[in-house]
């Protein structure tokens, strides 16, 4: 069986592995105290997406603060050595690469049995795990590095990527506010359930706009997590380090595959997407009737498209003729059906 498994795994060395095999077996299988746990493991083409809105590049250091089997920091490292092409001397390269793996991704994992998963990603890839911590990230990690010749010096993050448990408290958004006081400045990007953004999440999204900025949030598809759960999720994009003020508050996407299969365009929607929310409405194409541009107040309850979505109840003379129109032919068909009838007609 190994001889037929191996030689897959060494075709996916930019793939999170064992959170493939996780998703596949627990189709299956019930895990242990699932609901508890919030046990859902994010879609590899949304992570990848989350990382493209982080920006990231070779000089970046990665935390998660729920790291699950490890696919945003496979995903960054991914970005990171792709980014490294640019370097040509070959030994530059492979020691810029050595380091990355090495000391610019960190994880923390409360749960051993998926702390396990993140170990074997990484041992697969290669990268040999140096920085990914069991433990609560909550309660016994402070921000350091705890292994090799760093130990003990500060972990220099600037990019947050998280998809929490949900049962935590605010919704999950007490990790956010615990890894952004911790940064100095950088990019954030949270799935998180949507309605933690408009006052589920406090304290904490209120606390979390004193020193951070809200970029974008993002509606996501509502089967986004089929299959394991029912939650609206979104993503929040935050500017770390820049207390928040004027700036545009929501962008929507629009529904996608599970799959990302390329139905209707999905990889530009896609890449129009992160530019949107990198480089602002001039990239407007699929998402011009989603797309919305407006202020959020500070008590960190008014995140949601919804609340942002202006619908204009007013009846134009446009509508009077719509309205009339569709009467009328309603009241037609009911006349031509009752004299069919009449006639012995069926």
Known sequence: ???????????????????????????????????KNDVVLTPRYVVDLMVALARVNKDFFVWDYATGSGAFLISSMNAMIKDCENIKSPKEKEEKIAHIKAYQ??????????????????????????????????????????????????????????????SAEGKGFIFVDRALKRMQKGRAVVIIQENAGSGNGLPYTKNILEHSSLLASIKMPNDLFVGKSSVQTA?????????????RAARKKSKASVNLKDTNNAKARYEELVNIVLYGSKYLNYYKDFYIEDCINLEGKDWTCSQHRKIDTKPTLEDFKKSVSEYLAWEVSNILKQEGFTQGKF
Not at 13 to 24: C, E, V, Y
């Open 1 to 35: 069986m190994l001889d037929n498994i191996l030689p897959l795994v060494k075709k996916l060395k930019t793939a999170d592995i064992a959170g493939r095999l996780f998703n596949s077996i627990t189709k299956w299988l019930e895990v242990l105290d699932n609901e």
């Open 105 to 166: 991704l960190l994880g923390i994992e409360k749960r051993t049995d998926i702390y396990l998963l993140g170990i074997l990603n990484m041992i697969l890839l290669d990268d040999g795990s140096a920085n990914l911590l069991h433990k609560d990230s909550l309660k016994e990690f402070e921000g350091n590095y705890e292994q090799g010749d760093k130990k003990g010096k500060s972990f220099p993050a600037n990019v947050f990527l998280l998809n929490p448990p949900y």
């Open 235 to 247: 993503i929040y994009v935050f500017e770390v380090g820049v207390k928040h003020g004027y700036i």
